[in-house]
């Protein structure tokens, strides 16, 4: 992880983003929209794997080849928007090639003075990957690129007094049109999440069953999200959108799941179950335990008995 991060070219301003993209400087220091609709910019100017100081949302009219959902593909085919926070490493051979569309580049001071300096971080798709990418009806292609045409016109237009406040407006309208939209894309592919959430309880089961908590502990989002090729990030707000509940509480819920198991068919003591789950304190597993079901682990033993 370390050599990746030493390996990747930090892109410090969207100054030297422009100017390696061989554009002209940015009308504003710390925001530019760069719209290459017409005329498709060459991102083989950008080094393989680089890092952005500054927050990178990018609508592309098409996409180059079908992009997986898991196993199965998107319905959806007209563009489709990324994200990319700073301090991200973008690059390497699984991602999607740039196309024809809008790039808008904000740099973090840009947002300083307004609430939504703290809430972008709480929108996060920010963290999916390339792939994760959402993906626009022909209708929601039609906002998303009303939004970027206000954010241009105010951009190429005369700064004002009023210009930093219409743009973080417009901002936060395209990332809640976003948010909607990755709401409804949870939605459409609901068949396909809902095999992936079948799979995800037999990644869990296998993880207890061959005893793996033993020797690599209680099992982790990044663990699940590694096995179903998924975002850690995307996953748990794919799962929130089926269930009501993120990763980390869908493990919770199997271990206790797997703890009321071995308390109720087997004599190990508190301390032996705790180890068996992947519990590195036994303290620990008894107050998920009785947080959960509202019952120690022995009194849940007793009760059961």
Request: proline share 3%.
């Amino acid at each position: 992880m370390k050599k990746e991060e030493t390996d990747s070219y930090k892109l410090h301003s969207i100054s030297d983003a422009h100017r390696m993209l061989g554009l002209p400087k940015p009308m504003h220091p710390l925001i530019s929209l760069i719209n290459n609709s017409q005329n498709t910019v060459d991102v083989n100017k950008l080094p393989h794997s680089h890092v952005l100081n500054f927050y990178k949302i990018s609508y592309k009219t098409q996409f180059s080849g079908k992009l997986k959902y898991g196993q199965g593909h998107y319905d959806f085919d007209e563009g489709g928007l990324l994200f990319a926070s700073p301090n991200q490493i973008i690059g390497g051979s699984d991602e999607v090639k740039e196309q024809a569309g809008y790039t808008l580049l904000i740099h973090p001071d840009f947002l300083l003075g307004y609430p939504l300096a703290k809430e972008i971080k709480q929108y996060g798709f920010f963290s999916y990957t390339a792939n994760e990418a959402l993906h626009l009806s022909e209708k929601e292609r039609a906002t998303i690129v009303a939004v970027f045409g206000i954010i241009e016109e105010e951009l190429s237009s005369r700064i004002d007094d009023f210009s930093q406040d219409v743009l973080i407006a417009q901002i936060e309208l395209l990332l809640n049109y976003a948010q909607r939209f990755y709401k409804r894309q949870f939605i459409t592919r609901k068949a396909v999440n809902n095999s992936i959430l079948q799979k995800l309880e037999e990644v869990l089961d296998e993880y207890f069953n061959n005893r793996m908590a033993l020797s690599q502990g209680i099992p982790t989002v990044q663990y699940l999200s590694e096995q179903l090729n998924f975002s850690a990030s995307y996953l748990s707000d794919m799962l929130r959108s089926l269930t009501g509940q993120n990763a980390q509480q869908h493990i919770h819920l199997k271990l206790i799941e797997k703890a009321k198991e071995i308390l109720s068919t087997t004599n190990l003591t508190v301390s032996e179950v705790a180890y068996e789950l992947g519990f590195e304190h036994p303290q620990s597993f008894s107050k998920l335990f009785k947080n959960k079901t509202n019952l120690s682990p022995l009194e849940f033993r007793r009760s059961f008995n």
